[in-house]
């Protein structure tokens, strides 16, 4: 379980790092401020609430419980700082007079935890709610931490799930949303633990083992509101390069098929990251369009023309059917040994962009059309073995 401790700390302090790079190109910002604190104090929870280091600083401090005490109370300053968090990402902020109240009412709940705690005199234990539940102070202790958690992430609850929907682009609709369900699933910790609590010091029937249960809400609930905080950042990186890895290998069967007839056309295909290989296919597919120009007829646009709209097509797919056609029967009069003509227009037809997804985009509806060409008559079909959109 200390591993697993560490870990989690390890993975808000590389969050809290990642944000750090955010927040010094934005050092006005409330809400990345907010997220930075959220994910410092998260890391100093987990390190703090370790079993290996509960103990070592119970020794090195020499008052027993101190790790417990310091650990939650950074749980609980996480908590108001995640509540403060959301607040400004969802856009309804806070005045100053709240902040002020907000930062008073946890001092006082942390103060009135560390009165409780440390006047006991009780040695810490893993399952320190089983053994030490059926003391008053203890279980006071417990309610006021799990309250004030309680409070602070409903409220996160609240505020995330009721702008999500409304939120200006995807990565902060994902960001609220996991944000929301790290603040559910820690509420639901803040109730097991209460039941477990009241239940031993009533002797009741507890309902599992708290020292496995509730270790393990917590890390979910925060592995959720880490990934909430941080996704605005890496899940935007995350998107486009799934994109443009998408719409590579979408490409893939109408490159090969013309690179494999004029290889010259070809450039590294293996260096540089995603981007710089989808825009050289991109480059390559345009070459190969315009090096067999020449084999296309003049009069073979009108006839593509015509079939394209007899077909129902119009507008920018009318252009990618038409265009597919006409490379797909260049191509097959290029291996035929079919005589070259000029042809007046040799720019393909297409929607003014300069977005590399998009053009990869139409790109995708020409490779369509060139493996299932339009029916007009001066060129036999092309055969391409192989699914031409794998997917």
Not at 156 to 175: E, I, M, P, Q, T
Not at 194 to 214: C, R
Not at 221 to 245: C, H, K, M, P
Request: proline share 6%.
């Amino acid at each position: 379980m200390t591993h697993a401790y560490y870990l989690l700390a390890g993975l808000c302090l590389v969050g809290a790092l990642y944000k750090l790079r955010d927040l010094s190109r934005d050092p006005g910002s409330s809400s990345l401020r907010g997220t930075c604190s959220t994910l410092a104090l998260l890391s100093l929870a987990f390190v703090t609430l370790a079993p290996a280091s509960r103990l070592a600083i119970d020794g090195w401090t020499g008052a027993p419980n101190s790790a417990r005490w310091l650990g939650n109370s950074a749980t609980l300053a996480a908590g108001c700082s995640i509540q403060i968090a959301m607040a400004f990402i969802a856009g309804d902020g806070l005045a100053p007079a709240q902040l002020r109240r907000k930062a008073l009412t946890l001092l006082a709940v942390i103060g009135t935890m560390g009165a409780l705690l440390l006047t006991t005199g009780l040695h810490d234990h893993p399952d320190f709610v089983h053994v030490h539940g059926h003391r008053g102070p203890v279980v006071a202790y417990l309610l006021l931490y799990l309250c004030y958690l309680a409070a602070t992430l409903g409220d996160a609850l609240r505020l995330a799930w009721s702008h999500a929907s409304k939120a200006r682009n995807a990565a902060l609709r994902a960001g609220l949303r996991l944000g929301g369900a790290g603040s559910a699933i820690g509420l639901l910790y803040c109730l097991y633990k209460a039941f477990f609590a009241l239940s031993k010091f009533w002797h009741l029937p507890t309902l599992g083992t708290e020292g496995i249960i509730g270790p393990v809400l917590a890390m979910t609930s925060a592995t959720f509101i880490v990934a909430g905080l941080t996704v605005g950042s890496w899940g935007a990186a995350l998107i486009e390069r799934l994109r443009y890895r998408h719409a590579y290998r979408r490409l893939e069967p109408l490159w090969r098929t013309l690179t494999g007839e004029l290889p010259h056309l070809v450039l590294d295909p293996h260096r540089g990251d995603m981007r710089e290989r989808l825009y050289r296919r991109v480059i390559e597919i345009h070459d190969a369009r315009l090096t067999l120009a020449p084999y296309r007829d003049p009069q073979w646009e009108a006839l593509a023309h015509r079939a394209a709209a007899e077909a129902g097509l119009s507008g920018p797919s009318l252009e990618a059917a038409v265009n597919g056609t006409l490379l797909a029967a260049a191509l097959e009069a290029r291996r035929t040994g079919g005589s070259t003509r000029a042809v007046p227009t040799l720019e393909l037809t297409r929607p003014q962009s300069t977005d590399l997804p998009e053009e990869a985009a139409w790109l995708e509806a020409v490779s369509r059309a060139f493996f299932s060409p339009l029916p007009f008559p001066p060129q036999p079909a092309l055969i391409v073995e192989g699914d031409p959109c794998p997917k």
